[in-house]
Structures are given as C-alpha cells and as structure tokens.
C-alpha cells in the first residue's frame, strides 16, 4: 500500500507553531495538504495554504524541513502518511478558510492534540530547541 503523500507548512513564531483544526475533526493538523494530479511540492504548498488560510506562501522563500512518516490519522492500521515539509514566509492574514474550523499556535504541551506524524514533527523541533 502507497503512503499518503501529504505537504505541510511551519511556520513557527516565539517558539509556537501554526497549525489549524479541520471542521468536524478533534485533532489539529499542520497547514498543508494532498497534491493535485501533476503538482508539484511548491505548486501544493502555495495551493493549499492559499486555500486554507488566505494568505500567499512567497516562493522565493520556501526552504525544505524534512520529510516525516508515520501512521495516518483516522485511517486503518498500516495505512501511513508521508509529510514532506516546508518553511517560507507569506502575505497576507491568516485566516480559516475552506475546511478549516480553527487556527491555533500550538506550543509542545499541545503534543497530544495532533496527529501521529505532527507529533514526530513536534519532536523534531523540540530537540531543534524551536518549539516551547
């Protein structure tokens, strides 16, 4: 079985990250999404956050952040994602849009309220001494 091939944004500021809850979900989820039949990383990113929060990701500042794996949320046993990362700055204001309920900065103690491969991202930046 493929992985689910999924692209994330963080954006992190004073040691909490921005991350958004989906309408009828409980857990919180880093922006970002599936790609589109022929997107490639960039073209999702900027789609997707676009769609999601409003606000335009500039290309010229998007940096990769590693790449994550792990049991999907809500999915049966064995099924896992595969989060490609990425940072860049944006214009605009955040703003819940399209499926999202909710947008938060979330600190490490929020740990439990994501899911499985956001709780592996907020390791990493933890250890990274980037998440409070």
Do not use: N
């Not at 493929?2 to 992190?12: R, S």
């Not at 490639?40 to 769609?51: A, F, G, N, P, Q």
């Not at 938060?104 to 980037?130: C, K, M, N």
């Amino acid at each position: 079985m493929a992985d689910i091939d999924k692209i994330a944004w963080l954006h992190l500021v004073d040691g909490a990250i921005l991350s958004t809850r989906s309408k009828g979900r409980d857990a919180f989820y880093l922006p970002g999404g599936k790609r589109e039949a022929g997107e490639s990383d960039l073209e999702t990113l900027v789609r997707e956050i676009r769609e999601e929060l409003t606000v335009t990701v500039d290309p010229a500042t998007v940096t990769p952040a590693g790449v994550f794996r792990a049991q999907a949320d809500s999915h049966p046993l064995g099924t896992m994602v595969r989060m490609t990362c990425y940072e860049a700055s944006y214009t605009g204001t955040l703003t819940a849009a399209s499926e999202i309920a909710e947008v938060a900065w979330l600190t490490y103690a929020d740990r439990p309220r994501v899911s499985p491969v956001d709780q592996l991202i907020f390791d990493h930046l933890r250890e990274a001494g980037r998440l409070s």
